[in-house]
């Protein structure tokens, strides 16, 4: 029954997603309508356009998911993700508009008049955008098994065969129109369940922080194990397990002693009221104070890590490719801020409630700590907390809110992505740029389904934060350096991104292929973008300086086009690039 | 403010002024568009001032929360903290940080805003 709701709740959000591209193409008729919307939005709504392209299943569960397992130290994301775009308005929104590129390939030709830092710039915004398709994807996957119990792959497929029917149809004007909507939809679906579930706290227990801490199964819990898991046991528990408990057939009573315990997949474990929730040893969960206070996790140097983490998402937001392409859409570079300014305060409005879900999940819904399902705590939260028909209501509303997540944001990064590759790939060979873009959305989406099902999972906001790196320590430099510094020259440029994209994704791919390491090395690999962003940074530089003739000679009138308002007219620095 | 620039008309400055001085006939805006040395001094002004304020604007969020966690990495007695039935941690980094943040935009949308008008305004006057 609670499957019945959720899908078609999920079903209608397909249907409105699909509906409005259909109806919208119509009126998109130029090549330029087709790319770009039309520049005539309205700050506010450009702003919930680019909130809910921004808002991804990492944000709508994937940070709740965190918090239930890590506690005081998983608010920096969030945090991050909001302050992120802090960064983006005070250094890049308005002068980036001004330049009137499309894109991040486009400004890169433009300021540095060189088509080999377009095309190295290319290759960054593909791999940012693939890096960030694969957790969307994912996590549609478990969704979609969590509400219905349908295989992992199946949720991926439906999200990139709604993506493809969307571009298909419409293009960027049809996302413009859809990603502002999808904004207000999941806004709704996180936020109204919040009153509830802290209604539902205050009557199920004490409400006090320090309870959830110490992570103890409410009533009587049944947990399925899917997959073999090794699970961390703190204190004796007295279980009923059905199934095979450490290479042992049981089908009854069994007491698990403190230390590790191998749970085959298929086995049932039913914990009395009040048992302490073990986890897989794997999945880093923390509880009592070092859940509820920050820096005291497992984790070695979670200070280094947790700076490192901020200076990944404060200055990865600025190099998503998704979200600068939704600047063009501003009229001009003013309006270009006080959308910024507008998305800082609607994503942090959002992230005021998966924190709470994350916390009130360990109290209502500890079973997926012990499955390491807790990615999936936003949309099993409310049925159970409050229960009945308007849980389930509650619950339909959460997995529409998770379906406009995955759709929005896989929307918007394939179209950049498709974008890239059409302009820069199948251009080449497609003389029409409708035709190309239309094929190219093909690659642009399977091939992160495809890295999706052959990929380690993690969980989804730690997924993200890997494209985040990538795109701090590589998108980011060029456009700060584009915008401020006049030396910047194009060798410079493709060297700082070569430098941050080989030097992040090796650490990242280190990390994930020998995760055995510990200490500093650990630490370093795992969150490399406090050191790896220096070292892009210092390779432009110093390239640049040792290349000044290769800069753009009339670099001075390029930066008064970025640097000074529209209304100002300069007959050579501007021409006629005035908005409509 | 600035629809109607003298920029072109007032090319040719008459009167018996032949100074030794030389005072600038040409309107700002010009020189800025044509890059000559007077432009730029007026343009890396406003790069410098716009950066300056962008810079500040960073460092009055990200100040603040590294504030926070150097605080809670030198000192344990800081991280549990409590507020009522939260902690101190929880507060700052799950509610207050957002308003301060979405405050901070603003403020900086707004001097943003003022410097250019300045830059403007400079540009009218000759």
Do not use: C
């Amino acid at each position: 029954m609670k499957a019945v709701s959720a899908a078609l709740a999920m079903l209608a959000v397909v249907v409105i997603t699909i509906g409005l591209a259909v109806f919208s193409t119509r009126r998109a008729r130029t090549t330029a309508d087709f790319f770009v919307a039309a520049r005539a939005v309205p700050p506010w709504w450009n702003a919930s356009a680019i909130s809910g392209e921004y808002l991804s299943a990492a944000s709508f569960l994937g940070i709740a998911g965190l918090v239930m397992l890590g506690g005081a130290d998983a608010l920096w994301f969030p945090v991050g993700y909001a302050v992120g775009f802090v960064l983006l308005l005070a250094l890049v929104a308005a002068p980036l508009r001004r330049s009137g590129a499309y894109t991040v390939p486009d400004f890169a030709e433009a300021r540095l008049a060189s088509r080999g830092a377009r095309l190295a710039t290319s290759v960054a915004v593909v791999a940012i955008g693939w890096l960030y398709l694969v957790p969307q994807l994912q996590g549609a996957g478990l969704a979609l098994r969590v509400l219905l119990g349908t295989p992992i792959w199946v949720g991926g497929l439906v999200v990139a065969a709604t993506v493809l029917a969307v571009l298909a149809s419409g293009g960027m004007r049809t996302a413009t129109l859809v990603q502002g909507v999808q904004y207000w939809i999941k806004l709704f679906a996180i936020a109204v369940p919040v009153v509830f579930l802290i209604a539902a706290w205050h009557g199920a227990a004490s409400p006090d922080v320090r309870a959830l801490a110490e992570a103890k199964f409410l009533q009587p819990t049944t947990v399925s194990m899917e997959a073999t898991t090794t699970l961390q046991v703190e204190e004796p528990t007295e279980v009923v397990a059905v199934g095979q408990v450490d290479g042992l057939a049981s089908q009854g009573p069994l007491l698990l002693a403190p230390g590790r315990h191998a749970v085959e997949a298929g086995t049932t474990l039913a914990f009395p009221t009040g048992a302490a929730v073990p986890t897989p040893v794997d999945s880093q969960a923390l509880s009592g104070p070092r859940w509820a206070f920050p820096l005291e996790g497992s984790a070695e140097h979670s200070g280094y890590r947790s700076l490192a983490l901020m200076i990944a998402l404060f200055f990865g937001t600025m190099g998503l490719p998704h979200i600068l392409v939704r600047l063009y859409t501003n009229p001009d570079g003013r309006a270009a801020r006080r959308t910024a300014a507008t998305v800082v305060g609607l994503v942090g409005l959002f992230y005021l409630a998966p924190t709470v879900y994350g916390a009130l999940g360990r109290l209502f819904t500890p079973e997926l700590m012990v499955t390491g399902s807790s990615d999936a705590v936003v949309l099993l939260l409310p049925q159970r907390a409050i229960g009945g028909v308007g849980g389930q209501l509650l619950g339909a509303l959460v997995a529409a809110g998770a379906a406009a997540a995955f759709i929005t944001t896989a929307t918007g990064l394939t179209v950049s992505v498709t974008g890239v590759l059409s302009q820069d790939l199948m251009g080449r060979f497609i003389r029409e740029p409708v035709r190309a873009f239309r094929l190219a959305a093909v690659p642009a989406v399977l091939v992160p389904l495809l890295l999706g099902f052959v990929a380690a999972r993690l969980p989804l906001a730690s997924a993200v934060s890997l494209a985040f790196t990538v795109a701090a320590t590589t998108i980011a430099p060029l456009l700060l350096l584009g915008i401020w510094w006049r030396r910047l020259t194009a060798p410079g440029a493709v060297a700082g991104l070569a430098v941050g994209g080989v030097l992040s994704l090796a650490a990242i791919g280190l990390a994930t292929l020998a995760p055995s390491t510990s200490g500093w090395p650990s630490a370093l690999l795992a969150q490399p973008a406090a050191w790896v962003l220096p070292l892009s940074v210092a390779a432009a530089v110093l390239v640049s300086l040792l290349t000044p003739d290769r800069a753009r000679p009339d670099v001075w009138r390029f930066m008064v086009r970025l640097h000074t308002p529209e209304t100002l007219e300069f007959k050579r620095s501007r021409p006629q690039e005035q908005a409509p | 403010m600035s629809g109607e620039r003298p920029s072109n008309r007032r090319e040719v400055v008459r009167g018996p002024r032949r100074d030794v001085r030389r005072r600038p006939t040409r309107p700002v805006a010009t020189e800025v568009d044509e890059q000559t040395a007077l432009g730029q001094v007026y343009l890396r002004a406003l790069i410098r001032s716009q950066l300056r304020l962008g810079l500040a604007a960073v460092a009055l969020v990200v100040l603040p929360l590294l504030g926070v966690l150097a605080a809670a990495a030198m000192w344990p007695q800081v991280r549990s903290l409590q507020v009522g039935p939260l902690p101190l941690w929880w507060l700052l980094l799950g509610l207050l940080v957002y308003p301060a943040i979405f405050g901070v935009g603003w403020w900086y949308v707004r001097l943003a805003q003022r410097n250019e008008d300045r830059f403007a305004a400079l540009l009218d006057e000759e």
